[in-house]
């Protein structure tokens, strides 16, 4: 055995032949724990192509597969008061908010943007679980009040999609005054007679589902989104008793009425475009969006 020509020499041509590989190519599905390739996950709105399991998703993104051809125009929203309170706890909320800028590339938890569906103009607010597990502050507020100032204006339909972890504790008693806030901002829309739509994703939780995220016309789910105000385990540990299976999930919320739809993520343009035009006395969109036929302008035409 010649161990140089069989050892050393692949073995060294294995060390200069080496590529690096970038950390972010696979992300492992949280659920079933299967790799799946960036473009493939992408291409599939963060959904995992092998059991269905729902990812978060920026709004950006989100925005992207909603709006025709992707285009849509972001509406600006007020700037409120940074640090009303000067709170602290290990780190001071101005630093908090810097580090959630830098990593999400967003000013605030909730992107507003407006533009067509189906051909059918709305505004939309998303709100982005990632900065600062998108809790409600009084940016989100101000968001939200301005997608339903400009949906009234423009008379379209507005839809907004949940995703918080509760109200923002370093901004106190002023979080909490974002949901009688953004209730007057609801019945603005039901004042004008336009149609408010709800896609309560994974999770909602907290004061944003005790206001807001609840007050739709139409509540539609992502599969299997925990939806709730107290999380599952502070009420076992309160009345001391087992939760039924998948409770507070967004099936078992269908199942007992507290929602009207559970749809896909896939799926869930299409539902959008049909509710929408639906409420709004719209004629359903053409399969393809093509054209009618032109009238002949003579009999010898119609022959053709």
Known sequence: MN??????????????SRREVPENLWTKCTDCGTMLFHRELADNLNVCTSCGHHMAITPRDRFTALFDGGIFVEVDVPEPTVDPLNFRDQKKYPDRLKGAQKNTGEKEAM?????????????????????????????VGNAIIAAAERAVEMKRPL????????????EGILSLMQMPRTTVAVEMLKEAKLPYIVVLTHPTTGGVTASYAMLGDVH???????????????????IREKLPEGFQRAEYLLDHGMLDRVTPRGEMRNELITITRMLMGLDPVVAGELPAPAEPATPEDAEK
């Open 220 to 238: 539609i789910a992502e599969p299997n989104a925990l939806i709730c105000f107290a999380g599952p385990r502070v009420i076992e540990q309160t």
């Open 159 to 170: 839809v907004l999609f949940s995703a918080a972890g509760g109200a923002r504790m370093q």
């Open 3 to 16: 161990w140089i020509s069989n050892y050393v020499r692949p073995r060294i041509n294995s060390i200069f």
């Open 111 to 139: 992107l507003v943007a407006e533009g067509e569906i189906g051909r059918t103009p709305i505004v939309s607010a998303c709100q982005d679980f990632s900065f600062m597990a998108g809790s409600m502050g009084m940016y």
